[in-house]
């Protein structure tokens, strides 16, 4: 059988399939010659990750296809229900990139809190001529330790952040309207474990409490956070958002960074993919990546060997 993993996959996934009977192809076919290719090369699972999208007219055009994975958590670019429906199997890695989102958060947090991301602008620029200058900009940084981090949606990605702020000496609250309380375990180098209960309260205690403020919730037909939202939180708070675009109105975002309510945030995602909003790339208060949460190697090592694993137990 044959595999297209049309925005790439890792070589232990390729590997692994390779070694199980597949033929695995990589090449990246243009969205308008997607079904054509499929059915001209007779493709049977087809992979994805956010660049390609999977609809209604492509599952209808392609009989052969058995199933289609995504390799990730979210799958908003494929008609999940549509192709259950016509009895494809649709599978993602909802896993294997938690701790690597976890920890981009963090990076953000980290720089954000020390002006990182102004200051690895300014030093290359300044750095010889306004050093005492640069410093005193700077001098008035933060620590996350001791302080409260927010987590709006506590799923897999939500509890692996939790985790590393609870490492970092955070104390966690949580919301999420499914799970009204979550067991974390923390494990480290040399075999020790402790086990952190918590339980999720409402969204507008979470906001009100937090310093810092991290979302890990799926695209929904509303902002999750908007001007009603800024305007419960603390004064100065920091937010992140490594989930969706479209989950935060960015509007609302920059009005409250200018307003003083929100002194600096991080974005990994955006409503305007892959061309955000100019307002949003030039501003000094935001700390910004281009949707690389789940871009580690290692993250993708761990998707590519569990799309294999189960695109293996469901053909054999």
Known sequence: MKVL?????S???IDA???AGYQVSTTTVAQEQLINYINENDISVLLVRSATTVRKDLIDACPNLKIIGRGGV?????DVDYAREKGLHVINTPAASSHSVAELVFGHLYGLARFLHNSNRDMPLEGDSNFKGLKKAYAKGTELKGKTLGVLGFGRIGQATAKVALGAGMKVVAFDPFLEEANLELE???GQTVNFDIKTISKEDVLKQADFITLHVPAQKDYVIDEAEFNMMKDGAILVNAARGGVVNEVALVNAIESGKISRAALDVFEKEPKP???LLMNSALSLTPHTGAATNEAQDRIGTELATQII???G
């Open 5 to 9: 993993a049309n925005d790439g996959v």
């Open 11 to 13: 070589q232990s996934g």
């Open 17 to 19: 399939l390779e070694k």
């Open 74 to 78: 979210g799958m908003d670019n494929i």
């Open 188 to 190: 480290f180098f040399d």
């Open 277 to 279: 909003e100019m307002q």
């Open 313 to 315: 137990s469901i053909l």
